[in-house]
């Protein structure tokens, strides 16, 4: 059974940069063909898939966040992270890690989901 994990600060200033990291136990990130993307949910408002590591190392963004997001990945240690710079009060969200044969907005799509965590913008 895959476990994920998200880690990062719960309150992020405007303009900074919102740093997540996603700890995977039970399985490889560069094994099989799975996608492990980075999702949030802002209150009140639907699951937005952000950008998603491939086990291959290829790297894919929503376009609506491409500017401001970047995903890399420590395979040493299991991780996978996100950055998401100039962070604005819009950017308040739970953010979710997760894995799927795919990436999409649709919960649907993941097999695996980290508990999310809360992330406040806010000075």
């Known amino acids: 059974q895959v476990q994920l994990q998200e880690s990062g600060p719960g309150l992020v200033k405007p303009s900074q940069t919102l740093s997540l990291t996603c700890t995977v136990s039970?399985?490889?990130?560069?094994?099989?063909?799975?996608?492990w993307s980075w999702i949030r949910q802002p209150p009140g408002k639907g699951l937005e898939w952000m950008g998603a590591?491939?086990?291959?190392?290829?790297?894919y963004y929503n376009p609506s966040l491409k500017s401001r997001t970047s995903i890399s990945r420590d395979t040493a240690k299991n991780q996978f992270t996100l950055q998401l710079t100039s962070v604005t009060p819009e950017d308040t969200a739970v953010y979710y890690c997760?894995?799927?044969?795919?990436?999409?907005?649709?919960?649907?799509?993941?097999?695996?989901w980290g508990q999310g965590t809360q992330v406040t913008v806010s000075s």
């Open positions: 590591i491939a086990a291959s190392g290829s790297i």
């Open positions: 997760a894995r799927g044969d795919g990436y999409s907005d649709s919960p649907d799509g993941y097999d695996d």
């Open positions: 039970g399985g490889s990130i560069i094994t099989n063909d799975y996608y």
